[in-house]
């Protein structure tokens, strides 16, 4: 069973970036898509970014659009969230998941995502 692990969470201003990343314990998810999610205190779960298998189709939330960029390095089986002008409303856990089918598209629900990671925290201060 895959392990995702996340790092690069901290605290930081408004207006700074931070670069996340999710390293995979194997090299399957080179076959899947990949998303981030985060979740704020009393708030829902919900998808930030999302990438398809081969890395050539994103999809981002409204609210990050222009800020934040997904990639991956499918040979070193991790994949990034690069957030830049980030804004308190930013502040939450994220997560990176796998989704359930292999060479698939973007997946856009959290349901089609079967794997998860532990989470990193993210503190944007105004």
């Known amino acids: 069973q895959v392990q995702l692990v996340e790092s690069g969470g901290g605290l930081v201003q408004a207006g700074d970036s931070l670069r996340l990343s999710c390293a995979a314990s194997?090299?399957?998810?080179?076959?899947?898509?990949m998303g981030w999610f985060r979740q704020a205190p009393g708030r829902e779960r919900e998808l930030v970014a999302a990438?398809?298998?081969?890395?050539?189709?994103?999809y981002y939330a409204d609210p990050v659009k222009g800020r934040f960029t997904i990639s991956r390095t499918n040979a070193n089986n991790t994949v990034y969230l690069q957030m830049n002008s980030l804004k308190p409303e930013d502040t939450a856990v994220y997560y990176c998941?796998?989704?359930?089918?292999?060479?698939?598209?973007?997946?856009?629900?959290?349901?089609?995502?079967?794997?998860w990671g532990q989470g990193t925290q993210v503190t944007v201060s105004s």
């Open positions: 998941a796998r989704s359930f089918t292999a060479f698939g598209p973007v997946a856009r629900s959290g349901d089609r995502y079967g794997y």
């Open positions: 194997d090299r399957t998810i080179i076959k899947y898509p």
């Open positions: 990438i398809n298998w081969s890395g050539d189709t994103t």
